[in-house]
């Protein structure tokens, strides 16, 4: 199995990934004594001065000799948020006090942010660059396909270029990348940095000093990381970084310097969306070229599939080891491991038809479970283009999410793989008779609020701009504790982060959940999502479907009649009827209030995801009064009740 790794997105107090940790030589401090008070005031106020840094650095000394506590910290210069790099630092000295108990001095590397603390304050002052006691390495196993030569010429060539640029900046901090594909080198990606407080010439030469420690075989290698205290480096074949770019490096020999600042996604054309259709077909095409492109781990907080974390590292004397890239978070698998997880894809493991195919359960060897979507069709668009959007993809990562965990292809065998989510989806509990008894009112709120949280992040919040475009409740998965998780995104369109909305011939969706403006005029934006996710609060709250008209009055469909019924006041009959029992009316008021303001006929006056989650999260907050609703009078028929891989109840 080949991993790829992924980028963490807005995960709460998540510290992106723990690299790896030095204690000191054992010399502890006593247990309640003056050292370890210094320590945790350090340890309560450094995280926001290094946040608050415009370096998002910082140095620190706490108490007077000899309990003195010495500590820098230094965020990652892409982690934009304070809160994020808070967190990490905090997380670090947490981390520290579990891993390196009572130790008066630790190094702890994580992914978004590094800390040091030693009762000797030697490290601080003058920085020494040449240590090798905070060394840490970590290469990919897999190389990148092509002439040695040519791909370690290029890689020192980008890393030497970031590295200069890196130096020059006040930050010390730069990312760059490099299209050989003239060569038929993948594009490759590249961050250096070095802590603030460094000269310039220092920070080259602490930077020079770790490239000059790739040898034949790691300077080949798909993606790689050298870490010390003072600077640390990183190549990937992916972006594995935020924001735009410092560097576009162009490959020795072809033509003149660097071209500084250009946009990642430049062939991409003038277009406002990028990536088109990120169909899960396209999504395995791409597979079929990361297949042998990406190895590499990375795990996010809590989850089940992260089998061991990095290996520790205790004492200050051992050096270098090669991390096994053991950890993954996307896999390539390999078909005949589909073929026995799915027993051939027998008929008992389906789970259901969803859009584009057959979804099966499977079982790894691991014990892990998966849901397993085999594709039916192809599509043929270019190399890089696959590549991007793979690389898309993976990136979205929430928790109110479905997962797509990895790809395999083999011939004409396309398959998609999703982590395995054990209560199908929320329209097999919503709309049952039975089942419905089992959501009861906290249960649907903290399902409206979660597919709220999932789609602000695809809205706003994730590293692209994605529209969903077919949110219904067949799509909203549920765990084991029914938090939902929004899937397929076979419709979602991904744009460039200045721009969101867009018009297509191709009207695709699920009749019910699609905004007017889209429906008739094929026009997309965040807002016309906003619609759906309103339909399906109206759906979850009163348990009918929109498409359904005979349970609901005289009225044609569910948006018509709530919204009648919320104009006089008697919205409790909206409610599912095994829900009112527990709860007070009015939070039941603001959710039907909310909904109705997502289904305005009008885009513009629909609220933004963000106002959603602002209303639904503050009770004090003053709801408009809702206009009326689109298809007032509009007979809605369900023509697709296609998901992912959720069964519907028609589907059992
Ligand atoms: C330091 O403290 C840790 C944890 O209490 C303990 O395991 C270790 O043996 C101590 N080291 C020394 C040198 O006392
Ligand atoms: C240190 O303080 C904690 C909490 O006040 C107490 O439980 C512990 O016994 C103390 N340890 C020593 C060695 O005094
Ligand atoms: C954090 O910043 C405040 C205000 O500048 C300062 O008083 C405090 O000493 C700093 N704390 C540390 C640990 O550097
Ligand atoms: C600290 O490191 C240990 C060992 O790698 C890990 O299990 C733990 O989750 C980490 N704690 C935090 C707060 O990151
Ligand atoms: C820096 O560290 C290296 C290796 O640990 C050591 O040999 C050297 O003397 C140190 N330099 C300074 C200036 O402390
Ligand atoms: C530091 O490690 C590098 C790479 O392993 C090695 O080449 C160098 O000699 C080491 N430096 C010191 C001072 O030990
Ligand atoms: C990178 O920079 C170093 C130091 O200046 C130089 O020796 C080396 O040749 C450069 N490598 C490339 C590929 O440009
Ligand atoms: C290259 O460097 C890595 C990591 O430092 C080391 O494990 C490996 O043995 C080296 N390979 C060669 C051929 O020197």
New binding site residues.
């Given amino acids: 199995m080949i991993s790829v790794p992924l980028f963490l997105a807005l995960v709460p107090l998540a510290a992106g990934e723990l690299l790896a940790q030095f204690c000191g030589n054992g010399i502890n401090f006593t247990a309640n004594g003056t050292y370890q008070s210094n320590l945790a005031s350090l340890a309560a106020t450094l995280p926001s001065n290094v946040s608050s840094s415009p370096n998002l650095f910082a140095t620190a000394t706490a108490g007077g000799a000899p309990d003195t506590v010495y500590a820098l910290a230094l965020c990652r210069g892409d982690v934009t948020s304070a809160t994020a790099c808070g967190d990490c630092v905090a997380a670090s000295f947490q981390n520290a006090s579990r891993t390196c108990p009572m130790d008066r001095s630790a190094t702890i590397f994580y992914d978004d942010c590094l800390l040091r603390f030693s009762g000797d304050g030697g490290f601080l002052a003058p920085p020494n660059i040449t240590e090798n006691a905070t060394l840490f390495?970590y290469?990919n196993q897999e190389n990148i396909l092509g002439d040695a030569g040519v791909v370690a010429g290029n890689v020192r060539e980008l890393l030497n270029e970031t590295a200069r640029a890196a130096a020059t900046t006040a930050r010390r901090f730069a990312t760059g990348f490099m299209d050989a594909s003239s060569v038929s080198i993948p594009t490759l990606y590249s961050l250096t940095q070095c802590t603030p407080d460094l000269t310039s010439g220092d920070c080259l030469a602490c930077l020079r000093r770790l490239i000059d420690?790739?040898?034949?075989?790691?300077s080949v290698r798909v993606g790689g990381r050298i870490l010390v205290l003072r600077c640390n480096l990183r190549f990937e074949k992916f972006v594995f970084y935020s924001g735009e770019p410092t560097l576009r490096v162009t490959p020795p020999g072809s033509s003149p310097a660097p071209d500084p600042i250009t946009p990642i996604k430049r062939n991409k054309s003038k277009s406002v969306v990028i990536a088109a259709i990120v169909s899960p077909v396209a999504a395995v095409a791409l597979c079929l070229i990361v297949c042998y492109c990406f190895r590499s781990r990375r795990f996010r907080e809590g989850k089940r599939l992260q089998k061991r974390r990095s290996r520790r590292f205790q004492g200050e004397d051992e050096l270098?080891w090669?991390m096994e890239g053991e950890i993954s978070e996307f896999s390539v698998f390999d078909f005949h491991q589909v073929l026995v997880a799915t027993d051939n894809f027998s008929e008992e493991k389906k789970l259901g038809e969803g859009g584009f195919g057959p979804v099966y359960k499977g079982l790894l060897s691991e014990g892990l479970e998966i849901a397993v979507k085999r594709l039916a069709s192809h599509s043929g668009q270019g190399f890089i283009e696959f590549k991007n959007e793979v690389q898309l993809i993976a990136k979205l990562q929430h928790r109110n999410l479905v997962r797509l965990l990895g790809c395999c292809s083999q011939g004409e065998e396309k398959i998609l793989v999703y982590e395995y989510l054990p209560n199908k989806s929320l329209d097999f509990y919503i709309f049952d008779a039975k089942r419905t008894a089992l959501l009861d009112w906290n249960k649907r709120l903290a399902i409206i609020e979660g597919i709220a949280q999932g789609l602000l992040y695809l809205h706003k919040h994730s590293r692209l701009r994605v529209i969903h475009r077919d949110l219904k409740p067949s799509n909203i998965l549920l765990d084991s504790e029914m938090n939902p998780k929004i899937s397929d995104f076979g419709l979602a369109k991904i744009f460039s982060s200045n721009s969101n909305e867009g018009t297509t011939r191709r009207v695709a969706g699920t009749y019910g959940y699609m905004a007017p403006e889209y429906a008739s005029e094929g026009h997309f934006s965040p807002k016309s999502d906003v619609f759906s996710f309103g339909v399906i609060i109206l759906e979850i709250i009163s348990g009918k479907r929109n498409a359904s008209v005979h349970q609901c009055e005289d009225f044609i469909n569910l948006l018509g009649y709530a919204w009648k019924l919320f104009a006089e006041e008697r919205w409790l009959e909206l409610v599912d009827a095994s829900v009112v029992p527990n709860c007070q009316s009015s939070c039941m008021m603001r959710c039907i209030n909310i909904a109705l303001l997502c289904v305005q006929e009008n885009a513009i006056d629909r609220p933004t995801m963000s106002d959603v989650v602002a209303m639904l999260t503050s009770e004090s907050m003053v709801l408009d009064e809702p206009k009326h609703p689109a298809y007032f009078h509009v007979r809605v028929t369900n023509h697709d009740e296609s998901s992912t891989y959720g069964t519907s109840s028609a589907k059992m």
């Fill in positions: 390495q290469w420690m790739m040898n034949s075989t790691t270098v090669e």
